[in-house]
């Protein structure tokens, strides 16, 4: 018997009920994350997210390995079966057993490497989170194929909350960068048992090397490509736990956390919901630029004010949530703040493209982007001898990585360059007016907390009332999402 396909018969009102429920789902995750995050700051010193940082990036490019690209080729597929399912769940399994081991022998060379003597043990521990996420990718693959993100939005709301209770007490009792591996462990564990219990698949004693081989001819290109971008993403974190102190690692670290945080709300969401959607219309090419260039403009509407409006407040918010002892981090904020805000462009922009089934034009585009970003990388880590030169040499690679993404949908869909542009200029010329806004409210003689809540409160009166003014089509798009959750009719069509 079939899994449920893609949405390729969804309608709208149900593609707008899944992102809805995505993003209250990213939302609650992130929020908890955020809180408990400030919390764990307070409690915990720089170094040890720096420690953290390093072990977060060989604990990445394990999972890479985990997923195989086969959870992605499980969504895109229009049909997939039991012994699909089972046969990835497997093989993950088997990858992620071997990835711990190599872990576990490699570690005390990583901790020497590093010179950091606590490393090892740190990551052996870490590592056990591979063996949960061979479950949890299947798990989730089930959930996007039937865009049942209100399950997914419970469980990971609560294991984010037995999570961060967990790392709060942890770094409570004074244990340090334990508290942290602590908490990301009892997370991937959490919501494991949470999925067993709210999602009514379970493995059964089937495996097919041929169904596997199949998947693979479309997942080995998405292997190749999530391991240079895995690679090519923690190559800063890298270069500067080796070149430069631990506190360092950790403040670049912590300021690309908040506006990171943030954009995996939107983005995560994104991603998560636009994959299948696009893929039902795969072969409605007219249709399918319609999506796209639906989730370009709401998108950007959604990630552009908020990342301007974080950069705008990030030093009154860091001094009062973090302390003064955080503030080093702030310029790598505004630094990641610009990197991530045309992340959505990009994730959109690919996903139409794996959706057609061309994980090859997918690959061919990381090999490009990840050649001039190692220029990049190569010039500011030799030239400059400066963390904030290297974060900001991502913020290059982003912006020109935003038309390499672009250039095949021009062939495949028929969007251009010109008319992303112009569905994303409304929304940027909105965020340039509330920023200036903001940025006039920072002048204000005021403390921490008040200039903190003027300038949001400011923020949200301009940029909606600028939305209300001028209804951008990004706009009446949200609010056909709004109105498909609640149950009523949609105005009129965008």
């Given at each position: 018997?079939?899994?449920?396909?893609?949405?390729?018969?969804?309608?709208?009102?149900?593609?707008?009920?899944?992102?809805?429920f995505k993003?209250?789902?990213?939302?609650?995750?992130?929020?908890?994350?955020?809180?408990v995050?400030i919390v764990?700051?307070?409690?915990?010193?720089?170094?040890?997210?720096?420690?953290?940082?390093?072990?977060?990036v060989?604990?990445?490019?394990?999972r890479?390995?985990?997923?195989?690209?086969?959870n992605?080729?499980?969504?895109?597929?229009?049909?997939?079966?039991?012994?699909?399912?089972?046969?990835?769940?497997?093989?993950?399994?088997?990858i992620?057993g071997?990835?711990y081991?190599?872990?576990?022998?490699?570690?005390?060379?990583?901790?020497a490497?590093?010179?950091?003597?606590?490393?090892?043990?740190?990551?052996?521990?870490l590592?056990?989170?591979?063996?949960?996420?061979?479950l949890?990718?299947?798990?989730q693959?089930?959930?996007?194929?039937?865009?049942?993100?209100r399950?997914?939005?419970?469980?990971?709301?609560?294991?984010?909350?037995?999570?961060?209770?967990?790392?709060?007490?942890?770094a409570?009792a004074?244990?340090?960068?334990?508290?942290?591996?602590?908490?990301q462990?009892?997370?991937?564990?959490?919501?494991?048992?949470?999925?067993l219990?709210?999602?009514?698949?379970?493995?059964?004693?089937?495996?097919?090397?041929?169904?596997?081989?199949?998947?693979?001819?479309?997942?080995?290109?998405?292997?190749?490509?999530?391991l240079?971008?895995?690679?090519?993403?923690?190559?800063r974190?890298?270069?500067?736990?080796?070149?430069?102190s631990e506190d360092?690692?950790?403040?670049?670290?912590?300021?690309r956390q908040?506006?990171?945080?943030?954009m995996?709300?939107?983005?995560?969401?994104?991603?998560?919901?636009?994959?299948?959607v696009f893929?039902?219309?795969?072969?409605r090419?007219?249709?399918?630029?319609?999506?796209?260039?639906?989730?370009?403009?709401v998108?950007s509407?959604?990630?552009f004010?908020?990342m301007?409006?974080?950069?705008?407040?990030?030093r009154?918010?860091?001094?009062l949530?973090?302390t003064?002892?955080?503030?080093?981090c702030?310029?790598?904020?505004?630094?990641?703040c610009?990197?991530?805000?045309?992340?959505p462009?990009?994730?959109s922009?690919?996903?139409?493209?794996?959706?057609?089934g061309?994980?090859?034009?997918?690959?061919?585009?990381?090999?490009?982007?990840?050649?001039?970003?190692?220029?990049?990388?190569?010039?500011?880590?030799?030239?400059?001898?400066s963390?904030?030169?290297i974060?900001a040499?991502s913020?290059?690679?982003?912006?020109?990585?935003?038309?390499?993404?672009?250039a095949?949908?021009?062939?495949?869909?028929?969007?251009?360059?010109?008319?992303?542009?112009r569905?994303?200029?409304p929304?940027?010329?909105?965020?340039?007016?509330?920023?200036a806004?903001?940025?006039?409210?920072?002048?204000?003689?005021?403390?921490?907390?008040p200039l903190?809540?003027?300038?949001?409160?400011?923020?949200?009166t301009?940029?909606?009332?600028?939305?209300?003014?001028?209804?951008?089509e990004?706009?009446r798009?949200?609010?056909d999402?709004?109105?498909?959750?609640?149950?009523?009719?949609?105005?009129?069509?965008?």
């Open positions: 018997m079939s899994e449920d396909k893609p949405v390729g018969d969804t309608t709208k009102r149900q593609a707008g009920k899944s992102f809805l993003l209250a789902e990213s939302v609650g995750t992130q929020g908890i994350s955020f809180i995050s764990l700051a307070r409690l915990l010193d720089p170094s040890d997210y720096g420690v953290l940082t390093l072990l977060t060989f604990i990445n490019l394990s890479v390995f985990v997923q195989s690209g086969l992605t080729a499980l969504i895109q597929r229009l049909e997939v079966d039991e012994t699909d399912l089972s046969s990835v769940f497997y093989l993950s399994l088997g992620s071997a990835c081991a190599a872990l576990w022998f490699t570690a005390p060379a990583i901790a490497y590093y010179a950091m003597p606590e490393l090892a043990s740190l990551l052996r521990v590592s056990l989170v591979l063996l949960p996420g061979a949890n990718a299947v798990q693959a089930v959930i996007s194929r039937r865009m049942a993100f399950s997914l939005m419970t469980g990971s709301i609560l294991a984010n909350l037995i999570s961060g209770a967990v790392g709060i007490a942890m409570n004074g244990l340090g960068a334990w508290a942290l591996v602590g908490q462990l009892t997370n991937q564990v959490a919501i494991c048992v949470i999925l219990i709210t999602v009514d698949w379970r493995p059964k004693l089937l495996y097919s090397w041929s169904r596997v081989k199949t998947l693979f001819s479309f997942g080995w290109k998405l292997l190749v490509s999530s240079i971008e895995t690679l090519y993403n923690n190559l974190p890298l270069v500067i736990g080796k070149r430069f360092q690692l950790g403040f670049y670290n912590r300021g908040f506006p990171e945080l943030l995996n709300s939107v983005n995560g969401s994104i991603q998560s919901v636009m994959l299948p893929s039902g219309e795969q072969e090419r007219e249709r399918l630029k319609t999506i796209m260039r639906r989730t370009v403009m998108s509407y959604l990630v004010p908020l301007a409006g974080l950069a705008l407040v990030a009154p918010m860091v001094s949530l973090l003064d002892k955080w503030l080093p702030v310029p790598f904020l505004w630094i990641c610009a990197d991530f805000a045309f992340y462009v990009h994730t922009n690919l996903q139409a493209i794996n959706a057609l061309r994980s090859d034009v997918f690959l061919r585009l990381e090999i490009i982007k990840k050649a001039y970003g190692l220029v990049i990388l190569a010039v500011s880590v030799f030239c400059f001898q963390v904030l030169v974060a040499g913020v290059l690679s982003t912006l020109i990585g935003t038309f390499v993404n672009a095949p949908n021009k062939k495949l869909l028929g969007y251009s360059y010109g008319e992303q542009v569905d994303l200029l929304s940027l010329g909105m965020t340039a007016v509330m920023g806004a903001v940025w006039a409210v920072s002048l204000l003689p005021l403390g921490d907390l903190m809540l003027a300038q949001a409160a400011t923020g949200f301009v940029y909606a009332g600028l939305s209300l003014v001028f209804r951008p990004a706009y798009g949200m609010m999402m709004v109105r498909s959750l609640t149950g009523r009719p949609a105005r009129g069509r965008a």
